[in-house]
């Protein structure tokens, strides 16, 4: 067997999949926003910002209702559970487990998710991919990215044994054991492609450090961010003789996809992101409630840090064009992304690429169109935020999510609903209604959902499940809806991604014991 084909051996083979995440076939996003009927205006680029509050009366909703077993089958769908295996009876890494879900909006979804173990170092990875303009580039990250982190963390002689096995033709040692759901797809045929970029990669590695430097966590990520967006590029640039895999690579560069990515090893605790992805603690205060922690920034015209970034980047001619209607160029909903090399290219290099490309890119409407107020790219960029946080006793979960997901729930909603479920104490909140005038009659009926929800809480025995429950099936009041979730679950895919967006999320549960012994430890 070929080394290349020993080193992949670990990665499982695609699978028939759900119709919701089969591979997506090439969709024009990045058309200029007059000539889309506003019904028809698709996905992350053109969104509008929806809030729980702002989702319309079920009355209006085409949409059939569903029994209590068929919304459980499709939020169920997409779930994905991993526990640490223990030692000895203890489980001595500072990630008791975590769980995962997703829930389509797009048809197909453009959202992907990965977690796996580094084999080589310590530490977990757990990332969150949102794609747009296609699904194209987030599956290349799901698959890619943590390659790439795994490599930068290597100690140098490490690097060397790999490139030396390479040469021998001798097997590899596993770099990553990857948690993944069945559903979750690998393009077999490209394997070949990201070995050799990867493979350029360690050989870079080797040649810039030396053999006593240790790799730092926070720079390793980064250059991780940097370097697989600039293979992407150059892969779309140099294209393949292979005409699927030289498609392909056009159709990952052409479309984009954020990225929010967190490293745990003891008490250590990455998170890197690049967009609107974001990353939130639950942390247990005192009194046994539990408070948001946000240890990401969204980079979006909402931050404005993002926004005097960007414009401080490109001439004071283009202060009024850089960032407008609050996107990118009056297009692009997130600052910083993978991929969308519509934002990054010169409009030469654009031309020339596509001349030279197969018919299909020909005949996208998108991929010819060039932004408007082109002048000084490029306009985006895939290197991420940085964030360090060392872990407390008191840190009891992590919340990774799509910013499906906190469009729909406030980050303090999803705290305390994720640190409900995992210790099975409900902090009784007064009953508000928020403004609205009830009845007494509407008012019992509330409370009885409340006693109702109480006793149901573990229906789910997935967290990410639990929580994708409430954003979507939650009413005005903050409790759970069934004739709202139902309609929500059921409604056409013409219609879903006009009320929502695709959500994936992955919740992981730390270990307080292992935590406070391992800051005692480092504190000796």
């Known amino acids: 067997m070929p080394v290349t084909l020993q080193f992949l051996r670990g990665l499982p083979r695609a699978k028939l999949l759900a119709a919701s995440l089969l591979p997506c076939q090439h969709q ?245 992101n690049a967009g609107d992805g974001r990353a939130v603690l639950g942390v247990q205060e005192e009194d046994g409630s539990f408070s948001a922690h946000t240890l990401s920034n969204d980079h979006n015209a909402q931050n404005e840090e993002e926004v005097a970034r960007i414009r401080s980047e490109h001439p004071p001619s283009e202060k009024k064009t850089v960032v407008r209607q609050d996107r990118l160029l009056g297009l692009l909903m997130p600052f910083r992304a993978f991929g969308d090399v519509k934002f990054k290219w010169s409009i030469e290099l654009q031309k020339c690429v596509l001349e030279s490309g197969p018919d299909q890119l020909h005949e996208n409407e998108h991929t010819k169109f060039i932004p408007p107020n082109y002048h000084t790219p490029p306009y985006l960029t895939a290197e991420p935020e940085i964030t360090y946080h060392k872990l407390r006793p008191q840190d009891r979960f992590l919340v990774i999510g799509s910013d499906g997901l906190w469009e729909t729930l406030h980050r303090q909603e999803v705290v305390r609903i994720v640190g409900e479920y995992l210790t099975g104490v409900h902090q009784q909140q007064p009953l508000t209604v928020g403004g609205y005038r009830v009845t007494l009659g509407q008012m019992q009926g509330l409370l009885e959902e409340r006693k109702a929800r109480m006793s149901s809480a573990f229906e789910d025995q997935n967290a990410a499940t639990h929580l994708i429950r409430h954003a979507v099936g939650n009413n005005e009041f903050g409790t759970i809806d069934h004739e709202r979730l139902s309609k929500m679950l059921s409604l056409p895919e013409e219609l879903a991604r006009m009320y929502r967006d695709d959500i994936t999320i992955i919740i992981a549960q730390f270990n307080p014991h292992v935590i406070g012994a391992q800051r005692q430890e480092d504190q000796s």
């Open 28 to 272: 024009s996003h990045f058309s200029p926003v007059s000539s889309w009927p506003t019904s028809r205006r698709p996905s992350h680029i053109w969104r509008c910002h929806l809030s729980s509050r702002s989702y319309r009366t079920t009355s209006h909703l085409h949409s059939y209702t569903l029994t209590p077993p068929q919304v459980n089958s499709i939020l169920k769908a997409n779930e994905y559970s991993f526990k640490v295996p223990e030692f000895d009876g203890k489980n001595v890494s500072s990630v008791m487990g975590f769980d995962s879900n997703q829930l389509p909006a797009n048809a197909p979804i453009e959202d992907r998710r990965s977690a796996a173990t580094c084999l080589q170092t310590r530490g977990m990875l757990l990332g969150v991919f949102d794609g747009h303009a296609g699904c194209a580039c987030a599956q290349a990250l799901s698959e890619r990215l943590f390659y790439y982190i795994a490599v930068s963390l290597l100690p140098h002689n490490t690097l060397c044994e790999l490139e030396a096995a390479v040469e021998a033709s001798r097997p590899l040692s596993p770099i990553l054991q990857w948690h993944k759901h069945p559903n979750d797809y690998f393009s077999r045929e490209a394997q070949m492609l990201y070995f050799n970029s990867l493979r350029t990669y360690w050989q870079e590695l080797i040649d810039l450090n030396s053999p006593e430097e240790t790799p730092d966590t926070a720079e390793a990520l980064l250059n991780a961010f940097k370097r697989l967006d600039n293979d992407l590029s150059l892969e779309a640039q140099v294209g393949d003789p292979n005409a699927f895999l030289h498609y392909w690579v056009l159709r990952v560069a052409f479309s984009g996809a954020t990225a929010c990515v967190a490293h745990i090893d003891g008490p250590d605790l990455y998170i890197a």
